[in-house]
Every structure is written in structure tokens, then in C-alpha cells.
């Protein structure tokens, strides 16, 4: 079974330093990898995404997140946070392969984000 | 663009009693799910659907929940009788469907979920 971890429940920065989450994965061959972001009393919303290629994948409002498979990791990060950034962010993953179980989207826990003016 | 909405928005039951949620995905979305998310943990996948089939329902407690989707567009989650483990934050989502069921690849549109509490 595929799970996700997030190892720090809280992080904090300084607003326009840059910010980084992370986020470890365990997977059956190879993964397909979702960075979701929740602010406070809305629904999560799609960040970004790795399905095959480039590494380092860019999504919306600055962020990124580089895939590396020989530590089964995706960081999310930004160069410059924003005070706006503050939220709940959520790394999920689930097997690149087509069968029972695999069409299942498995979350962590979810990390913190608190961006300090 | 309308995007996933749920009712009701809370609700507060006593245990044992039964309760339902709504979900209408955007729409087009052939795959929608239902998640669980407790406080202070990640979404919990309970059941996906495919147009009007079940796809995954692995995790669903199926001795008192149960969903339909009987014309592959609105959903309703039900519980019956309900625990005080099941106080959570229920979250219906949806997507493209792209290939078939490897329309897993797409990003999921989350509602605004349903609060429960159980007393």
C-alpha cells in the first residue's frame, strides 16, 4: 500500500525568504505526485503535479516541486513567500500502474505553512 | 466556471441517528469521490466513482455507509447508523476522465465539504 509522508507539522518563514515543505512518498513503481493546498474554510485546491519527465515541475502561484526518486521525495517550494501562502498544504501520491488499488489517491497528513510579515 | 458544490455545509446529529450529504460535480466530471478528512489528518479516500460505477470503495465502512451516484452526475453519502468516530470534514471532488480509468493522472476539484459532528 502507497502512503505519504509530511515530517513537520508546522513550518514558518519570513515573508520573501523562500519556503520549503516536505514531503516523502512510498509507492509500488513509480509514482504519480499532487502537491494540494487548503486555506482556511475552503476546499483543497491543485498546486501541481509530476506524472513523467522534467524533474522539477512548476505549478500555480510561484510554486514548484522537484521529484527525486532515489531518495522518494517531492519538496514543495517557493522562492519568495507571501504572507497570502499561509495555508494547509497536502502532498499525495498514487501508483503510475493501472489495477486494483491503483486508482487510489493517498494524502499526508498535511503541513502548516504560517508566513511571518 | 461552477465548481464542486455540497450540502449541507454542517450538521450536528446526536449517535445512531442517520445522515446524508449531496455533491454535484462540475460539470463533465466523470470520476467523483468522496473523502473523509478527520481533524489534523489527510483526506481519506471512502469511495470513487466512474460515471455511475463504483471504481474503489475499498475503504468505505460499508456496515453503515453508502453512496450512489444513480445518473453518473450528483452523489449523496450516507451514514446510518452514525459513531462519533465518523465527526469529520467530508469532501466530494471530481474530475476529468482521460483513458479510461488511468484518468487518475488528472488534478481532483475539491467541494467546500460537509462538517459533521457527532455527539
Known amino acids: 500500500a502507497q502512503s505519504v509522508a509530511q515530517p513537520e507539522d508546522q513550518v514558518n518563514v519570513a515573508e520573501g525568504n523562500p519556503l520549503t515543505v516536505k514531503c516523502t512518498y512510498s509507492?509500488?513503481?513509480?509514482?504519480?505526485l499532487f502537491w494540494y493546498v487548503q486555506y482556511p474554510n475552503r476546499g483543497l485546491q491543485f498546486l501541481l503535479k509530476y506524472i513523467t519527465g522534467d524533474n522539477l515541475v512548476k505549478g500555480s502561484y510561484g510554486f514548484e516541486a522537484e521529484f527525486n526518486k532515489s531518495q522518494t521525495s517531492f519538496h514543495l517550494k517557493k522562492p519568495s513567500a507571501l504572507v497570502s501562502d499561509s495555508a494547509l498544504y497536502f502532498c499525495?501520491?498514487?501508483?503510475?500502474?493501472?489495477?486494483?488499488?491503483?486508482?487510489?489517491?493517498?494524502f499526508g497528513k498535511g503541513t502548516k505553512l504560517s508566513v511571518i510579515p | 466556471e461552477a465548481g464542486v458544490a455540497q450540502s449541507p455545509r454542517y450538521k450536528i446529529i446526536e449517535k445512531r441517528q442517520s445522515v446524508a450529504f449531496w455533491c454535484n460535480p462540475i460539470s463533465g466530471h466523470a470520476t467523483l469521490y468522496w473523502y473523509q478528512q478527520i481533524l489534523g489528518q489527510g483526506p481519506k479516500l471512502l469511495i470513487q466513482?466512474?460515471?455511475?460505477?463504483?471504481?474503489?470503495d475499498s475503504q468505505l465502512p460499508k456496515d453503515r455507509f453508502s453512496a450512489e451516484r444513480l445518473k453518473g452526475v450528483d452523489s449523496t453519502l450516507k451514514i446510518q447508523p452514525a459513531k462519533l468516530e465518523d465527526s469529520a470534514v467530508y469532501l466530494c471532488a471530481s474530475s476529468l476522465a482521460r483513458g479510461g480509468l488511468a484518468g487518475g493522472i488528472n488534478e481532483q476539484f475539491f467541494g467546500p465539504g460537509t462538517r459533521l459532528t457527532v455527539l
Open positions: 466513482f466512474q460515471n455511475n460505477g463504483v471504481v474503489d
Open positions: 509507492v509500488s513503481g513509480n509514482p504519480y
Open positions: 499525495a501520491v498514487r501508483p503510475s500502474y493501472s489495477g486494483a488499488g491503483s486508482y487510489q489517491l493517498t
